[in-house]
């Protein structure tokens, strides 16, 4: 199979640098991610000679044998596949930050298309061109100044995590010298990268790390549905917006061909929109401390906005392509790959563009201008609300009898009068007295009904008992309610 099979069946740009290896010989692989790295990145294929069991096994081995042979630390991903019988290694290098990049202390070069040592003048040019680089924003020393502030949670996720490096893992210092082996801190101070993944309140001291989200039926409405602003550790700021998004996206009924039951999907694929939001948080410009990131979610449509521009030599062509990404904050971006938010470092676009291509959405848009910021847009067909509203007109009744056709009449009786009075988000004693029950177990109980059919959410689901708790209708009980 020819290169040009390979470039298209990973949906990459036929321009991209990628090098085909028939033997899984580690010191061959080392000396190509080494090349990429000095150079604008690129793939290797590499060709099993037979189908392994163990090939996750022995990729997740390969892979940390090389992450502690490549010095200093550097991103890269590694992946099985098989493609026509063929099982495959395959491993994504992006430019890399900090060139020279080493292999097993010997450095390598791109040269007519393979890898080879770097000469002395090349070498001497590399080392030149990396002193008068600029000390990018992630790596400048944060005014972070109290180990009191880490949070524990973020720090011991990394440190579990399957990916992270085993002398990490396994070094006897404190957490500071453990982010330090990551290039997450120096002279005993975190970077500004390791303040906002590992710290409990980054934005008093970069706001730009706050992420807003706002859902709404039209932008010109008086009145948003919910608004909320996020601020915490990175990777805690994106699992809360994917939390909200999923909150305040419609989902999708349908009834399966297979056993002709009725089924229940969002209207949006979550992994597309997991992929804007990790794009937006990992490789935006932090430099401006006025920036930030706006989620925005109206019919139809999902709005994921950043400040900023496209990191230099990525345009919305080379997006649309798959091209691979330019790593503007490559330590934060390792971060999100060890924590398997970030699986696919430059081809996140084209996971984004085959999610909304399974679930019949239009191709998604990306538009950058330094002024204006980068915004992805992911939207329903211009067709979809009017087959929806008579889809709904003509389901409503069939929808309440699948939902709660295991009831008895004063059970389901009870239960529609409970989501009718359900108004936004409340807590149980004002559902208790919008419905002039007398009975508390009485609400519990067809509380605890309309919770199991997902017809109500908690806004605290992983704090059930909390005296804060409170209830509103998912998208299954607003229709319920609404048919009555």
Same mark, same amino acid.
């Given at each position: ?20 290896? +028939? ?63 063929? &099982? ?9 930050? !900090? ?8 450095? @390598? ?15 001497? !040019? ?53 982010? $330090?082996?990551? *290039? ?10 390791? !303040? ?23 932008? *010109? ?21 994917? $939390? ?13 061909? $297979? ?26 410009? @932090?430099? +401006?401390? *006025? ?68 679930? +019949? ?6 538009? *950058? ?32 009898? +699948? ?28 559902? $208790? &007295? ?33 005296? @804060?708790?409170? @209830? ?13």
């Amino acid at each position: 199979m020819s290169s040009v099979n390979y470039i298209e069946l990973l949906s990459l740009d036929a321009s991209q640098d990628i090098e085909i290896l +028939n033997d899984c010989v580690p010191d061959n692989i080392g000396a190509v991610i080494s090349a990429f790295l000095n150079s604008v990145g690129g793939f290797i294929v590499v060709k099993l000679s037979s189908i392994s069991e163990s090939i996750e096994e022995d990729k997740d081995q390969l892979e940390a044998s090389l992450q502690r042979s490549i010095s200093p630390n550097a991103i890269f991903s590694v992946e099985t596949n098989v493609i026509q019988n063929e &099982q495959l290694i395959i491993i994504e290098v992006p430019a890399g930050k !900090d060139i020279p990049y080493s292999f097993n202390n010997e450095i @390598y070069v791109r040269e007519s298309g393979r890898a080879v040592k770097a000469s002395m003048e090349v070498l001497k !040019d590399m080392i030149l061109s990396a002193q008068i680089e600029p000390l990018r924003w992630e790596r400048r020393l944060s005014e972070f100044d109290s180990e009191e502030e880490l949070s524990v949670s973020e720090l011991n996720k990394l440190l579990s995590a399957k990916k992270t490096p085993i002398e990490v893992k396994n070094n006897s210092e404190d957490e500071l010298y453990k982010l $330090q082996l990551m *290039s997450l801190a120096k002279h005993n101070r975190l970077t500004n990268a390791g !303040d906002i993944l590992f710290t409990k309140n980054p934005a008093r001291r970069h706001p730009q790390t706050r992420v807003r989200a706002v859902a709404y039926d039209k932008k *010109s409405d008086d009145s948003y549905n919910d608004f909320k602003h996020f601020e915490g550790p990175l990777i805690e700021v994106l699992e809360s917006v994917l $939390q909200f998004v999923q909150v305040n996206t419609p989902t999708k009924i349908y009834f399966s061909e $297979q056993d002709h039951q009725r089924k229940e999907k969002s209207l949006f694929p979550m992994k597309a929109i997991k992929e804007g939001l990790v794009n937006a948080l990992a490789h935006r410009d @932090y430099s +401006n401390p *006025s920036g930030g990131v706006l989620v925005e979610i109206m019919k139809g449509k999902v709005k994921i906005w950043n400040s900023g521009s496209f990191p230099e030599g990525i345009d919305v062509d080379k997006i649309q392509k798959g091209h691979i990404s330019i790593l503007r904050n490559p330590d934060i971006a390792h971060v999100f790959y060890i924590r398997n938010y970030m699986e696919k470092l430059g081809r996140g676009s084209s996971v984004i563009q085959n999610e909304c291509e399974k679930y +019949n959405l239009l191709k998604p848009e990306w538009t *950058s201008d330094p002024d204006l910021g980068v915004t992805l847009t992911i939207s329903v067909p211009v067709d979809y609300e009017d087959s929806e509203k008579e889809s709904n007109i003509e389901n409503t009744e069939l929808i309440v009898e +699948n939902i709660l056709d295991d009831l008895s009449i004063i059970a389901r009786d009870n239960v529609i009068e409970l989501l009718s009075v359900l108004k936004g988000k409340m807590s149980r004693a004002e559902i $208790q &007295q919008a419905l002039r029950w007398k009975d508390t177990d009485t609400l519990r109980k067809y509380l605890r009904i309309a919770i199991k059919k997902h017809c109500v959410l908690r806004t605290l689901p992983d704090k059930p008992s909390s005296r @804060y708790q409170k @209830y509103y209708l998912s998208e299954k009980g607003t229709k319920i309610a609404n048919s009555k």
